[in-house]
C-alpha cells in the first residue's frame, strides 16, 4: 500500500492538537517516517512518550510558531484562526485526517452528518450494513480515527461508515459516493464564527458528489432539503412522516427524531439493495448509544435520562419532545457564544417542562433567555456544583411518574473533561442516589 503520508522526508511536521485524532495521526507518522523530526502542538500541558525526534509546543502560545513547518495536520476541533489563515497565506500545507482519509480511500464512502442524529444513524447503517455480509467499518467523529481504519483496510470492496461533523467537513474537497444530511440546526458557532459558515461547511458533504453519486437529504428540514442546489449527484429525499409502519413497530427508542434516522437507513439500505429483513432484525435488537437519551435508572418513580451527548440546541429540542411525562431539565455548561433566546421561546411553550436546572458557565445566560420568554416552571441555578448535589436537587424538585433529563444545550470543558465524562458522573450520581433512596 502507498504512504498515507507522502514526501514527509525534508519536511518540518507540525501534529495540531493532541487529542484522540492527533495520537493517531502521531502512530501513523512515526510507522512511515521513524527518524523525521515531528513536533506536536496543543494548549493543554499533554504528557507524551516521545523520542529525541519528537518537540512539544504546549500551553496558551500553542500556535505561535506554526508558521516555521512545512506541512500541518489539524486536529478538527481547532479553528481555522489568523494564525492558520496566515500559515496558508505563506504557502505552507495545511490538512487533517478526514482530508487525508477522502484522497487516499479506494473504498466506498457512507458519509452521515446533522446536527442531531448522527452518530445513532451511523452505528445503525454500519450494523445492516455488517449483518449484510458486508466488509464494514464505522469510523470518524464517533469511532476509531478514520487513517488507522484506512491503514490496514484500503480495499475497492470496503465500505466505510463516516459519521462527520462540521469541522471534519470544512477543508474537505472531495465528497462520500453516498451522504447523508440528517438536519441542519445550530452548532459551533464559535469554531465557524456564523450560521452560514457552519452551513457552508456542512454543505461539503454533497458539493463535490458526481452524477453517480446519492445525495440523501431529510425534506422536512428545510436546509437540508436545500442542499439539493449544491451537489450534482442524484438526489434522494427521506421523511418520518412517510416510514413504512413495519420499521416504526420494530424500532424502541424514544423520540421522534429518531424516526427521521430511521427514515434515512431505509433510504440507503434500499440504495445499496439490502433486504427489509435484514434491517428489521437489527433496528428490533438497537439498544441506543451512550450518553444519547439514554435511560439509567428508576428511583422513587422517576425516571432519570442521559443526554449528555446533546451538545446542541436542536438535540435539546428533540429531547424534551421524547415525554410526555413532567420533566425536569439540566441544562448548561461550556459558554460558545451561542444566543439561548429561541430555545427559550421554544422551551417556555412545552407545557409539561416543569422544572430548569441550570448549570455550568453558561447556566445564567440561558436564565435571562428563559427570563425573555416568560418561562412559567421553576428554575433553579446551581452553577458549578457537584453532579451528586445536581441529581439530589433534580430528584427533590421532579414529581412521582417524571422524569429527569440531562440535556445540556451546551460542550461540558467548564466542569467536566468531555460529554462522556458529564455523562458517567452523571450517571454515578444517579446510582448512588438510588442506593440511598434504597436503604431509607
Not at 490538512?95 to 480511500?105: A, D, L, R
Request: proline share 2%.
Amino acid at each position: 500500500m502507498k504512504y498515507l503520508f507522502e514526501n514527509l522526508s525534508n519536511k518540518k511536521v507540525l501534529i495540531l492538537g493532541f487529542g484522540r485524532e492527533g495520537q493517531s495521526n502521531y502512530r501513523l507518522l512515526r510507522q512511515e517516517y521513524p527518524k523525521i523530526l515531528i513536533s506536536i502542538a496543543d494548549i493543554k500541558n499533554i504528557e507524551i512518550k516521545g523520542d529525541e525526534n519528537t518537540t512539544l509546543y504546549l500551553g496558551e502560545k500553542y500556535l505561535d510558531n506554526i508558521c516555521d513547518f512545512d506541512y500541518i495536520i489539524k486536529s478538527p476541533g481547532i479553528p481555522f484562526g489568523k494564525e492558520l489563515i496566515e500559515a496558508k497565506r505563506k504557502g505552507i500545507e495545511i490538512t487533517s485526517q478526514t482530508k487525508i482519509f477522502f484522497e487516499k480511500c479506494c473504498g466506498q464512502i457512507i458519509g452521515v452528518t446533522g446536527t442531531k442524529g448522527k452518530s445513532t444513524t451511523s452505528t445503525l447503517i454500519y450494523q445492516i450494513l455488517k449483518e449484510n455480509g458486508l466488509k464494514t467499518f464505522l469510523v470518524g467523529n464517533i469511532e476509531n480515527p478514520s487513517l488507522e481504519a484506512l491503514a490496514s483496510n484500503n480495499g475497492e470492496d470496503v465500505v466505510f461508515v463516516y459519521e462527520l461533523s462540521s469541522q471534519q467537513l470544512a477543508d474537505l474537497d472531495k465528497s462520500p459516493q453516498i451522504s447523508i444530511v440528517l438536519n441542519v440546526g445550530v452548532d459551533h458557532l464559535d469554531w465557524h464564527g456564523s450560521r452560514e459558515e457552519y452551513v457552508n461547511a456542512k454543505k461539503n458533504i454533497v458539493r463535490y458528489q458526481t452524477i453517480s453519486d446519492f445525495a440523501i437529504l431529510n425534506s422536512d428540514d428545510q436546509i437540508a432539503r436545500d442542499f439539493a442546489k449544491s451537489t450534482k449527484a442524484k438526489v434522494v429525499y427521506f421523511s418520518k412522516s412517510f416510514l413504512e409502519n413495519k420499521f416504526k413497530q420494530r424500532f424502541f427508542l424514544r423520540g421522534e427524531h429518531n424516526l427521521e434516522n430511521i427514515a434515512a437507513i431505509v433510504a440507503v439500505a434500499r440504495i445499496l439493495k439490502i433486504k427489509d429483513e435484514i434491517i428489521l432484525g437489527v433496528l428490533s435488537t438497537f439498544k441506543g448509544l451512550e450518553h444519547r437519551l439514554e435511560w439509567v435508572r428508576e428511583v422513587g418513580r422517576i425516571n432519570f435520562y442521559n443526554d449528555s451527548a446533546s451538545t446542541n440546541q436542536t438535540s435539546v429540542k428533540a429531547a424534551v419532545n421524547s415525554f410526555n411525562e413532567p420533566i425536569t431539565l439540566i441544562m448548561g455548561g461550556y459558554d460558545r457564544g451561542i444566543n439561548y433566546d429561541e430555545l427559550a421561546e421554544y422551551l417556555s411553550k412545552i407545557v409539561n417542562l416543569k422544572t430548569i436546572l441550570l448549570i455550568g458557565q453558561i447556566g445564567d445566560k440561558i436564565k435571562k433567555s428563559l427570563e425573555k420568554a416568560e418561562y412559567k416552571g421553576k428554575m433553579l441555578s446551581l452553577g458549578k456544583n457537584s453532579m451528586e448535589i445536581i441529581v439530589k436537587t433534580a430528584f427533590e424538585n421532579t414529581a412521582n411518574g417524571g422524569v429527569v433529563l440531562l440535556s445540556p444545550a451546551a460542550a461540558s470543558f467548564d466542569m467536566f473533561k468531555n460529554y462522556k465524562d458529564r455523562g458517567n458522573q452523571f450517571k454515578k450520581a444517579v446510582v448512588l442516589l438510588g442506593t440511598q433512596y434504597e436503604r431509607k
